[in-house]
């Protein structure tokens, strides 16, 4: 991908000007960023997709000025008829699911995969929407099918935004826009996080894909780094007292008598800063939990497991995947590798185009190849360096509509 070619997906901006002057910064709109953009999938599929309980879902709708919000699993008779005004369907993580959805993310891999949440299809009849929020994601809204009004706010810093009371769903009291745009098919919006927006249909049919990047705060990163490193680090002090017959706990034979029993002991702090201390000492072990953390598979994805698939014809990422790498490891759905010379280029070359040509693959060394297969009889990667190619045994169906690999 040439990095300073102008896109008609960023308006005729280059990814690297789109990156300089609004990522992160203001929101941009695109007329026509995406002429020829479809659904992923029809009307009917999309409620279908909501009744599966493996699948995030939520319905919100408006009677009366009042806003009513229910979580999926949503079987078909929970939703509305499609021709009542004020109702809208939002299914989350359609990349899972649907191939041509997964497909359409690739035109945003001039960004880094580890910001990519996933990208989410909403439905909504004539006035639906789920009122005017903030949220905490980089969005690109990509009108896929009728229209939406969007009006944009203004970003709003933590603690500058005020909700709406007693509703189900997060929504701002006082909502200024400062824009306002009707979307037809094909246009598309960014929107930093923090930007205040809400989004109408106009006419019923609207159909909005919402690819998010999600910014992790710095609390709820740093606890699951921490978890993880912890669990790691437990594993290891019970394998290593069974050894020797023993336990891992805080031990304090030495403990006198106390006449202060409020106190906490000086030892137990020294024993508590020492076993948080010990999960960051290992050299790399913060960007080795980083990379794991990243590429953990979002709950409730399963893989199918590749039915005698092997490497000969190439390979693919299944849409679950999630590879990344840094200087010394590759890592895959929650696991880390370390991998040095060709094959770490090779490996790398995976991660950052999701495939690898037949050719490439014969090029991995023997205990590359061997972990090459287990990752295809677990069913992360899929034979063929593109959809179509390969085994149809626990592949997805051919790219549909609305792609453009
Ligand atoms: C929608 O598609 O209706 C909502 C998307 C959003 O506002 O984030
Ligand atoms: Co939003």
């Known amino acids: 991908m040439d990095l300073n070619e102008p896109l008609p997906l960023l308006g005729g901006l280059s990814a690297t000007r789109f990156m300089r002057r609004h990522w992160q910064k203001k929101p941009l709109l695109v007329r026509q960023a995406w002429p020829d953009a479809v659904p992923p999938l029809s009307r009917a599929a999309l409620f279908d997709l909501a009744g599966r309980d493996d699948v995030e879902s939520r319905l919100v709708q408006q009677q009366a000025g009042r806003w009513q919000v229910r979580q999926g699993p949503l079987p078909r008779r929970a939703l509305p008829p499609a021709g009542r005004p004020g109702w809208t369907l939002l299914v989350q993580g359609l990349d899972l699911h649907v191939p041509a959805a997964h497909a359409m993310l690739s035109r945003f891999a001039f960004l880094p995969r580890a910001r990519l949440d996933d990208l989410m299809l909403s439905w909504a009849s004539d006035t639906g929407g789920v009122g005017p929020h903030l949220d905490s994601y980089d969005v690109f809204l990509l009108q896929v099918q009728g229209h939406r009004r969007w009006r944009v706010g203004p970003c709003l810093r933590p603690g500058q935004a005020a909700w709406q009371p007693g509703l189900p769903l997060k929504i701002l ?161 929650g696991e880390s590798f370390r991998a040095g010379g060709r094959d770490a280029r090779l490996m790398r070359q995976l991660a950052d185009t999701q495939a690898l040509a037949a050719r490439d693959c014969a090029r991995l060394s023997p205990p590359a190849r061997a972990l090459m297969q287990d990752w295809l009889d677990s069913g992360w990667l899929l034979p063929g360096a593109s959809p179509g190619e390969g085994q149809q045994a626990g592949c997805s169906a051919p790219v549909g509509p609305g792609s453009l690999t």
Request: aromatic share 6%.
């Open 173 to 333: 009291r006082d909502f200024e826009p400062l824009h306002d745009w009707v979307l037809a098919p094909g246009d598309m919006l960014y929107l930093p996080p923090g930007w205040g927006h809400d989004g109408v249909a106009v006419g019923g049919d609207c159909m909005t894909c919402s690819v998010g990047f999600r910014a992790p705060t710095p609390g709820a990163l740093a606890a699951e780094l921490l978890q993880r490193l912890a669990d790691e680090q437990d594993d290891e002090d019970l394998t290593r007292a069974a050894a020797r017959g023993g336990q891992a706990l805080y031990r304090d034979p030495g403990q006198p008598a106390t006449a202060t029993p409020g106190a906490v002991p000086p030892a137990l702090q020294a024993f508590a800063r020492q076993a948080v201390s010990r999960l960051l000492a290992a050299p790399q072990a913060l960007e080795r939990a980083l990379g794991e953390v990243l590429t953990e598979p979002k709950p409730q994805v399963w893989f199918a497991a590749g039915a005698d698939a092997d490497a000969r014809q190439g390979v693919r990422l299944a849409a679950a995947t999630r590879m990344a790498y840094d200087a010394r490891h590759v890592y895959i759905n």
